[in-house]
């Protein structure tokens, strides 16, 4: 490595190791440290024309990692990772480093740092400066020159001494020498002069010029947004002229072609996002229901970092317009005067509606006081890699977890979970317009997913033939049932009923587990109709698993089948009924862990009779091994209307480190059967959605719509954690209530089930003692019935497998595809206390 520091010690080059990124590591550049910036390039050819980048040091701060390490960062904006070849070579650049940054503090803070700079650098000034370096360069050059000539002569004078042999000639010679010396004298201080006056002029002027430089650049930049903000309005002129020179065309052409609301939009502060339009194909996007749960895991398994999320359809863009400060009548006015113009077409096919604000819903006093805090988490510790190395090739489910990574809860309460925000669609059972009513489906099915962002923890697997049971009639309107019906793959069935509406699933899931992240897809749709039917949600996995919430008053659930493992969920409210059913398929390969959900989730509302569908999107949980584990969600979801075509399409994007997007963002458009939209919805799935109705329809120049909207109304806000929640498992309000201990359940109800009752007390290795002891029990309940089928194979007698006890195997009248259909007796069992059906599942 070259050392260039015989001029100043604060001057550096040579290679360098950089950290780039995760893929490429470390890479070898040359970096050059001159004038108190550290710049560096990919070798040294480039320092001719290109620069990789470049760190200001004065406000640096330097410091080592170890031997060989530098860490560079200035104030956050950037920061070089470096190693050096040895540890001399790392002190060095350090030292250089150092000093580099002290000459350029002292450069930044100058004396005179009071003095103002100048609006404008005075050219006369610069060229004044120009013309006195030159002068004092000239001076330098005079005095080489004379100390050349006269250190030449000095040194002949000297060499004709040294050749004369008698001491009388050198004697005569000596008077010349002194002559010559004395002049070589007088140069040699001149020329030393002349550089110090040339230094005291430059380093005077340096301050001067660093001012000019950041003045220019600053200038630079102010005629870049200016060219900007040009180009900007030129192109509204552009758009302006041609809505002038084709107004009167306007008029004859369809609907939307007139741009002349675009006028009016100069009165508004506009809001622009885009959003993703609904498919034109009237099938979920998710997988055909028809599809065997084979064949969608084998195509899944393919990857599913390239699942059939990621959108292909079109997009528009939206423009949300707001009152600008100091003028909202004039906006108010102009809202109302786009809303006259597309009065005549609105009014007559949906009429006048108004979205209904979502508010906190109201609790009827002096009923059942429930739990408000359970026993806190304790702080055990355990190595989750020791038992996932163990863990490569095998099915999960007959992999035994421990309850460290578990939450009091069973997958069918956490089902239970979703319908924590069930009020949206009590406000959708109270609209009549179709459109209307899907903007609150819509906010139900993003609410689902609003505890996931704190929910890291893996809940319960159901045991085959494990119910669950939920009834807040009484308080929040609905009640809900869930039986896990089948084990391998696990399957859950749900059905709900609430105020107007009625909801049930079946939902089977599978995942990959890709080393740094779990992913979760879910596949079965979910549906909401007056009766019969089911669907599921249920979770598998050898690791922390944040899935979907529910959130229900009053939900019964049971495992119906163990191989494949499946549960079936039923749930009612006052108007409204659900039903659904999970079933998961699973394998753990090492690098990834496959979680593919394959439910459809219905819901259909008593007094319309709109039927509504819909898939749930993927879940990634990030960081299984090392880090911090966070969840997102992501993905697309159609939402469809059985009944009149209407079709919400919802996109949820994936989180990314270098997007400029709001994190866990929401974006969707609700269109009627012909593809026009009327709500545009637009929020995030952690906090909070906003709809807004579509008052104009446009095209932009390239063929893209462009919808105008009004106001935007909340339509879900997501209510904040109890107190202490963090010590709680990051628990919801009802979440802490679903767990607590109830009398006249099933005795196959989940809050019966002693693992999981013993780690909410706290007593984990009881627990986990508990946990082993019932899957052995499962187990030999499962070798007994196959050795019952294998005899009876052999005496030619056909014997049915596991049969679920409140849900039935039946096909799916939309999809065509068979469902565990809820048999509607568990409410009139529990009336009469009639448990005899049910299995002795717990210990």
Request: hydrophobic share 30%.
């Amino acid at each position: 490595m070259s050392d260039n520091r015989s001029v100043h010690q604060s001057n550096y080059r040579g290679w360098l190791y950089k950290w780039t990124n995760y893929l490429r590591g470390y890479q070898k550049r040359w970096f050059v440290l001159q004038n108190g910036l550290l710049s560096y390039y990919r070798n040294q050819a480039e320092m001719a024309h290109t620069c990789r980048g470049t760190i200001n040091l004065a406000n640096a701060y330097i410091h080592t990692e170890d031997a060989n390490t530098i860490v560079i960062s200035n104030s956050g904006t950037h920061t070089f990772y470096l190693k050096a070849t040895s540890e001399v070579e790392r002190q060095k650049w350090v030292t250089a480093l150092e000093l580099a940054k002290a000459d350029a503090i002292k450069l930044s803070d100058p004396g005179d740092s009071d003095e103002e700079v100048e609006p404008e650098p005075n050219k006369n000034e610069l060229q004044n400066m120009v013309k006195t370096l030159t002068a004092k360069l000239e001076d330098m050059n005079t005095c080489n020159d004379l100390i050349a000539k006269h250190g030449t002569g000095l040194q002949r004078a000297l060499t004709e001494v040294e050749s004369m042999d008698s001491p009388s000639e050198a004697g005569s010679k000596l008077k010349v020498i002194n002559e010559r010396a004395t002049m070589f004298r007088i140069t040699t201080n001149a020329m030393i002069n002349a550089c110090g006056e040339y230094l005291d002029v430059a380093q005077t002027q340096v301050k001067r010029l660093q001012k000019i430089v950041n003045y220019e650049h600053e200038q630079r930049m102010k005629l870049e947004e200016m060219v900007e903000q040009l180009a900007k309005e030129q192109v509204t002129l552009e758009t302006k002229a041609k809505q002038s020179m084709g107004h009167g065309l306007a008029k004859k052409g369809p609907p939307g072609s007139d741009e002349e609301d675009f006028f009016d939009a100069l009165d508004y502060q506009a809001e622009e996002f885009e959003v993703a339009l609904p498919h034109n194909q009237p099938k979920h996007r998710r997988t055909d229901s028809n599809i065997s749960f084979d064949s969608q895991a084998d195509e899944r398994s393919s990857d599913l970092s390239s699942e059939a999320e990621e959108s292909e359809g079109q997009e528009a863009r939206v423009y949300s317009h707001k009152s600008k400060q100091g003028s909202p009548k004039q906006a108010t006015a102009s809202v109302k005067s786009q809303l006259k113009r597309n009065a005549n077409s609105d009014s007559k096919r949906n009429g006048e509606t108004q979205l209904v604000a979502a508010k906190a819903p109201r609790v009827p006093s002096g009923g059942r006081v429930r739990r408000a805090v359970i026993p806190p988490k304790p702080n055990y510790s355990l190595n989750l890699w020791s038992i996932m190395k163990n863990c490569i090739g095998k099915d999960l489910s007959k992999i035994p977890m421990p309850v460290n990574f578990s939450e009091p809860l069973s997958m069918l309460q956490r089902l239970t979970e979703e319908f924590e925000y069930a009020d949206c669609l009590d406000r959708a059972a109270a609209c009549e317009d179709s459109a209307e009513q899907l903007v609150h489906v819509a906010a139900f099915t993003i609410s689902a997913y609003s505890t996931t962002i704190n929910r890291t923890t893996k809940p319960f697997n159901p045991l085959l033939g494990e119910t669950y049971e939920c009834d807040r009639t009484d308080d929040l309107g609905w009640k809900s049932f869930a039986e896990q019906v089948s084990h391998h793959p696990p399957t859950a069935s749900q059905f709900t009923e609430g105020n107007g509406w009625t909801m049930w699933q079946e939902f089977t899931m599978g995942s990959k587990f890709r080393g740094k992240y779990l992913q979760i897809i879910p596949l079965v749709p979910l549906r909401r109709s007056p009766h019969a039917c089911c669907g599921g949600v249920r979770s598998k996995g050898p690791t922390k698993l944040c899935l979907f919430v529910c959130i229900s008053d009053s939900l019964p659930k049971l495992k119906v089948s163990h191989h494949p493992p499946l549960a079936g969920v039923f749930s009612e409210g006052r108007d409204w009924e659900l039903y659904q059913e999970v079933a998961i398929s699973s394998k753990f390969r090492g690098r990834y862990l496959q979680i593919i959900p394959q439910g459809i989730a219905h819901l259909v509302f008593k007094k319309s009779g709109n039927h509504y569908t819909w898939r749930k999107v993927t879940t990634t949980v990030h960081n299984i091994i090392v880090g911090k584990l966070w969840v997102d969600n992501h993905g697309e979801m159609d939402i469809s209307n059985h009944r009149n075509g209407d079709k919400c399409h919802l996109k949820y994007s994936a989180y990314s480190y270098f997007s400029r997007e709001i994190p866990r963002k929401v974006t969707g458009v609700v269109a009627d059967k012909e593809g026009n939209a009327k709500w545009v919805l637009t929020g995030t799935w952690d906090k909070r959605m906003e709809a807004a109705k579509v008052v104009h329809i446009d095209e932009s120049n390239k063929g893209k719509p462009v919808f105008e909207t009004g106001a935007h109304v909340c339509i879900w806000e997501k209510r904040p954690l109890p107190p202490g929640s963090d010590r709680m498992y990051n628990f919801t309000s009802l979440a802490i209530t679903l767990n607590e201990p109830e009398e006249g359940v099933a005795p196959t109800d989940s809050r019966l089930r002693p693992d999981q009752r013993a780690m909410e007390e706290g007593r984990w290795d009881d627990a986990n003692k508990l946990k082993q002891e019932l899957e052995e029990k499962q187990r030999a309940a499962r070798k007994k019935r196959e050795a019952e089928m294998e005899e009876a194979s052999k005496r030619g007698e056909t014997i049915k497998g596991y049969q679920p006890i409140w849900f039935e195997m039946k096909t799916d009248p939309v999809t065509g595809s068979p469902i565990h259909v809820y048999k509607g007796k568990y409410w009139d069992c529990k009336e009469k206390s009639d448990w005899s059906s049910c299995p002795p599942i717990f210990l």
